[in-house]
């Protein structure tokens, strides 16, 4: 490892095929946390390689206890994280929006690292068991259409990493792989990211895999659709900036999307928004995360359309309903 830091610390570039050995290297355990703390910075001082990230999820992917869903056509709706912005769970209440109009999603999410509450926290904390069992991940896709994934129960060979990233509460390139290694392989993916150049190098990447994607960057630097600024918008046939005119909304500030300040205030947040009693600025947001994502459904229909099915799955209570069911025991 020491010499591979030196390379990189000259600026070199690893290859896929040497991206994917050191990754299998760190799941075996083979450097201390001095080593791998180094290692991870490599890439806060200077942007991922495409050939990076792709030996980086080559070597994650075949590790990962896989899943049979039998055949179910599911959505990954997911926020790199990272991007310092202490949003409330915008895509994790979006998951259960889409759910409950009627589409099976398998979200693939960890604990908050450089947030107060990642997807994991508040779900744990409104009482949401994890399983990696595959019998009852289907049971509860049959039920409520929504199933969450909680990583380190389907990644065990990163167990090594988990401390070193804890430590450093900030995010890495495990923040870009999270939505590339979700063990039940979904065809869709809805993805929202901290930085544009990663918006690109997922293009590529889904691309080459030819899955079915929309990949969102808000150009003030939040990692989904914010409504507080325009938006890149990127598939597989695309590449265009909208605003949230042109979805039918009107930009807001972003201190309406604060998140709280501990889990139990995010939690509170989160279950407000599904009761009916969030603000109008965050039923808002939802509806445009949850109405694009919806469009990857349908992408011949219109994106207003598609937001049409997110509002009735919001205020009809079909998302607070699919919530209930996905937790029950």
């Known amino acids: 490892m020491k010499e591979i830091l030196i390379d990189l610390f000259d600026q070199k570039r690893l290859s896929r095929e040497e991206a994917k050995s050191i990754l299998l290297d760190i799941s075996k355990g083979e450097y201390n ?4 703390a180094s290692f991870l910075t490599v890439f806060k001082m200077r942007p991922i390689a495409k050939e990076e990230l792709h030996g980086f999820r080559d070597a994650l992917l075949p590790l990962c206890l896989s899943l049979d869903l039998k055949g179910r056509d599911s959505i990954d709706i997911v926020g790199t994280g990272g991007d ?6 915008i895509s994790t209440l979006t998951c259960f929006v889409v759910a409950g109009a009627g589409y099976s999603v398998t979200k693939h999410g960890n604990y908050g690292v450089s947030s107060v509450s990642g997807s994991s926290n508040v779900l744990e904390h409104l009482g949401y068991q994890f399983t990696n069992n595959p019998d009852e991940i289907n ?11 909680h990583a380190p129960l389907f990644h065990p060979a990163m167990k090594a990493v988990g401390p070193v990233r804890r430590a450093l509460g900030m995010k890495t390139f495990f923040n870009m792989l999270g939505p590339l290694v979700n063990p039940a392989r979904p065809k869709r993916h809805f993805l929202g990211v901290f930085d544009m150049n990663l ?8 691309q080459e895999d030819m899955e079915i994607f929309a990949i969102v960057y808000n150009l003030d630097g939040f990692d989904e659709i914010s409504l507080t600024d325009r938006f890149s918008y990127r598939t597989s046939d695309s590449d265009i900036y909208l605003s949230p005119e042109a979805l039918g909304f009107a930009s807001i500030q972003a201190e309406a999307l604060h998140g709280g300040d501990s889990v139990p205030e995010a939690a509170t947040i989160f279950m407000n928004i599904l009761e009916g009693n969030g603000t109008a600025e965050q039923r808002n947001v939802i509806y445009a995360n949850a109405g694009l994502a919806i469009h990857r459904f349908h992408p011949e229909r219109s994106f207003e359309e598609c937001i049409v099915k997110a509002r009735e799955s919001l205020d009809g209570g079909k998302a607070l309903q699919c919530l209930k069911k996905a937790s029950e025991n």
Do not use: G, W
């Open 33 to 36: 946390d001095a080593l791998l």
């Open 84 to 89: 310092n912005k202490n949003t409330f769970n």
């Open 139 to 149: 049971r509860r896709l049959d039920r409520s259409n929504m199933i969450f994934l």
């Open 199 to 206: 918006s690109r190098l997922y293009q590529y990447i889904l």
